[in-house]
T-cell receptor
């Protein structure tokens, strides 16, 4: 296993279009996180899955954002009707269950909304 | 909501010098993480600190955690250019299962 994989790496889209990103976590990890990072800032939490259950969503995640993890393995993050303010790096991370766990991050998907 | 503050936000230093990056957080936590990020890349895990007084070292980097002071430090010894990157600390609050990140410290080590 080569770590957390995200696809695509880059996405340029026109305002108003829908986009979908995919994350494949490390295979034995049952926790999966989505974060958003804008230039010069630290990552901000968006949502978190334990297996297929979405356990928490940030207030940053407007109604235009939806995330799924249908079989407890890969996850998708969809943004509908994209806005210029959605331009950011979207990072996925995964971890094992446990109090001493650490999260491993994917390479990220850089979204540019024009 | 938990706040995580790093300072300095920018650090320019000469090779061979020592320096410390500070990470303060606003609520009780006994788990703190340090990550490195190169431009355009993802985050690389450096250290996981799990208890008060924990100290970990890897090469020229040493991280420590004081949970009573809600403070972690990342100390750089005899810096080299390859250490140039942005360093983030992140805190996880027990049972909340999400990481709160600082704004990062952008380190530039001049050859």
């Amino acid at each position: 296993d080569t770590g957390v994989s995200q696809d695509p790496r880059h996405k340029i889209t026109k305002r108003g279009q829908n986009v979908t990103f995919r994350c494949d976590p490390i295979s034995e990890h049952n926790r999966l996180y989505w974060y958003r990072q804008t230039l010069g800032q630290g990552p901000e939490f968006l949502t978190y899955f334990q297996n297929e259950a979405q356990l928490e969503k940030s207030r940053l995640l407007s109604d235009r954002f939806s995330a799924e993890r249908p079989k407890g393995s890969f996850s998708t993050l969809e943004i509908q009707r994209t806005e210029q303010g959605d331009s950011a790096m979207y990072l996925c991370a995964s971890s094992e269950t446990g109090s001493n766990t650490e999260a491993f991050f994917g390479q990220g998907t850089r979204l540019t909304v024009v | 909501e938990l706040k995580v503050e790093q300072n300095p936000l920018f650090l320019s230093m000469q090779e061979g010098k020592n320096y410390t990056i500070y990470c303060n957080y606003s609520t009780t936590s006994d788990r703190l993480y340090w990550y490195r990020q190169d431009p355009g890349k993802s985050l690389e895990s450096l250290f996981v600190l799990l208890s008060n007084g924990a100290v970990k070292q890897e090469g020229r980097l040493m991280a420590s955690l004081d949970t009573k002071a809600r403070l972690s430090t990342l100390h750089i010894t005899a810096a080299v250019h390859d250490l140039s990157a942005t360093y983030f600390c992140a805190v996880i609050v027990f049972n909340f299962n999400k990481f709160y990140f600082g704004s990062g410290t952008k380190l530039n080590v001049k050859p």
